[in-house]
């Protein structure tokens, strides 16, 4: 079930009594993948398991999978024994431990347990106990909790009991899962929660199939839309056949067929800049350090690739440009991009001068002596020598003239978290002219309360629990819309507040308090946080969910993790506390969570104590 194809199986009938003759007479010709299998017999009744943990060994007519010959494409199923009461019942403890044993002996892709929500829920902490006990056998085979669910709270409920085993079990990054759906063809559906958790299968039945006029099956829209959910996740398939031993290779393919014709609509649908960017789901970034370090030539080309917001960056040129020229239409306009990199936003702006037919002066501004070599051979190859080039840190820069257009680019995935309030608020004096605008003229951070079970497992692997990271975030659920956190302005016209504070550092600082309403129990694994910005009256840029920018692929979200996970149930208000802290040297950023009248996390990465930004 590795690799990046979407693997689709089939789950055997119970009756099964020979593995490698259902591999090559039946699953091979259904076009299967692999299949969900019983390591033992149903017949083997419970005086059989006695006499086999008495003897220490299966004899070959207790067991279904019977050699290591198709154990490649098998995974195991122990749903006859109760993994919930092998505690109390020694037999069935030693027929896991043995199943689990000859599994990890044949190299089995994985065992699936017992299904968690069938038995007591008193018992789930021994179910929890029993998985431990095998996850932590080294060299075991993959060991797979089964969860049925259904629609609306039955759903609730068998999420709430896979948490408490997931508590139990110490939120073990080895733990998988596999779902069983239990709908009809119109039963509803919502798979959002489960895309956080560590889901490796979804067994899906054939009672979920309707029929098309043709007589094949088909799945609803809303069921498709899950499943194509699923696949963009990369989770395994399984069709099963609901016990019925007499249907046909023949007639199982059709299923495995139509599944397989979902797989090919959806790569069709993907567009190269979301292929590109599958790389980089759930991959930790840390955030760059544009003041503290020059950046590479790769990483210069990653961002120039990003037409949508370049376009949007000339539109607003454009808009400014023709705005001065409305006020004098003979003037010269000085255009000014500070922070110019390799040069990308002086492109558009010697094309959104031409588009005006406009006289106007570029300057490029930057402080990176590699980026400066780039800009010398492009003016000199390309610009015709038009672009005054500066090298230095705009902050300090000193030009011969002020600009009417200041334009950079140093938002980051918080709109603020690479420092532009820093570097505009003090570049502006020294650069822009007093009736001059610039490119940004706002931008706001947002955040919103996330569940990710494999972000929180790789945050607590890398041992860097209070530090937000860049991620292209996708195996998660988003538990409630963004809300806006605070915004940052510039203008030339800086007007100083009687209560203002008058030191840098302290005009950098903000802090929000904001509550959100719980829709659904689940775990808060940590926040994401977005961006929206005004580039000028009427040109924005955005990556928050609602209102992203079509085809923008220059920043992925912010992850703020929590070291320990908060629960929440349907209903809770979960409040939610960020501060953007600041001192003469440094930004950080410093955040918490807490539930109305309930749980409530840490203040993580307090006094800059693992992460901060230097300035």
């Known amino acids: 079930m590795a690799g990046d194809r979407i693997s689709i199986g089939v789950v055997a009938a119970s009756g099964v009594s020979d593995a490698d003759e259902y591999v090559t007479q039946y699953m091979v010709q259904a076009g299967a993948d692999f299949a969900v299998l019983p390591i033992i017999a149903a017949h083997t009744d419970q005086q059989t398991m006695r006499q086999s943990v008495s003897r220490g060994y299966f004899v070959l007519e207790e067991l279904v999978v019977k050699s290591a010959t198709s154990a490649y494409c098998i995974v195991g199923s122990m749903g006859h024994v109760d993994w919930a009461g092998s505690d109390s019942d020694s037999t069935a403890e030693r027929v896991v431990g043995m199943s689990m044993e000859y599994a990890a002996h044949i190299g089995l892709q994985g065992v699936v347990a017992s299904t968690l929500n069938e038995g007591d829920g008193r018992k789930d902490i021994e179910y929890a106990r029993t998985l431990m006990e095998h996850l932590s056998s080294a060299g075991g085979a993959p060991v797979i909790a089964r969860l049925r669910i259904g629609g609306g709270s039955c759903a609730e409920e068998a999420w709430s009991r896979w948490n408490a085993v997931r508590h139990a079990c110490n939120h073990d990054a080895r733990l998988q899962l596999m779902l069983e759906l239990d709908l009809a063809p119109n039963g509803v559906l919502d798979m959002g929660q489960w895309r956080a958790e560590p889901v490796q299968i979804v067994q899906i039945p054939a009672s979920m199939f309707t029929r098309n006029k043709a007589g094949y099956p088909v799945l609803t829209r809303m069921h498709q839309d899950a499943v194509a959910g699923w696949m963009e996740m990369g989770v395994a398939l399984a069709v099963d056949c609901g016990g019925n031993d007499a249907m046909a290779a023949e007639t199982i393919s059709d299923y495995i067929r139509y599944l397989r014709h979902l797989v090919t609509q959806r790569e069709k649908q993907r567009d190269a800049a979301e292929a590109a960017s599958a790389e980089y789901y759930d991959v930790l970034q840390a955030p ?17 690739q990003d037409a949508a917001k370049y376009e949007a960056y000339e539109d607003a040129m454009c808009r400014a440009i023709r705005a001065a020229l409305d006020k004098d239409s003979s003037r010269r306009l000085v255009l000014m991009v500070a922070g110019a990199g390799r040069g990308p936003l002086v492109v558009r702006a010697l094309q959104a001068a031409r588009r005006c037919d406009a006289d106007v002066s570029v300057y490029a501004v930057e402080k990176n002596p590699s980026a400066m070599i780039e800009l010398q051979r492009k003016n000199t190859e390309l610009w015709g020598g038009r672009v005054r080039l500066v090298h230095a840190d705009m902050r300090s820069a000193a030009v011969a003239e002020r600009a009417d257009i200041l334009v950079s680019e140093l938002l980051g995935s918080l709109g603020d978290n690479e420092l532009s309030p820093e570097c505009l608020d003090a570049a502006i004096p020294l650069l822009l002219a007093s009736d001059g605008v610039c490119i940004p003229r706002k931008y706001t951070a947002y955040a919103a309360p996330m569940s990710s079970t494999v972000l929180f497992n790789r945050v607590r692997s ?111 208000s979960l409040i939610v506390h960020l501060w953007r802290r600041s001192s003469d040297s440094k930004v950080w950023y410093e955040w918490a969570v807490s539930v109305e009248g309930g749980d409530v996390s840490s203040i993580h990465n307090l006094s800059a104590r693992e992460y901060w930004i230097d300035k």
């Not at 760059?288 to 120039?304: C, G, I, M, N, R």
Request: proline share 10%; with cysteine.
């Open 462 to 572: 890398s041992k860097t629990s209070e530090t937000p990271f860049v991620v292209n975030i996708h195996a998660a659920n988003v538990l409630a819309d963004a809300q806006p956190l605070w915004s940052f302005e510039h203008s030339a016209i800086i007007q100083k507040q009687p209560d203002q504070p008058a030191s840098p550092a302290e005009n950098g600082r903000r802090s929000a308090c904001r509550v959100f309403d719980i829709r659904a129990p689940s775990l808060v694994h940590g926040l994401a946080g977005y961006f929206d910005a005004e580039l000028y009256p009427g040109v924005d840029l955005s990556i928050c969910p609602t209102t992203h920018t079509p085809a923008m692929h220059s920043w992925f979200p912010m992850y703020f993790p929590l070291s320990r996970p908060v629960s929440v149930r349907t209903g809770d």
């Open 288 to 304: 760059l350090q544009p003041l503290a370090d020059h950046l590479d030539s790769a990483t210069y080309e990653v961002f120039e």
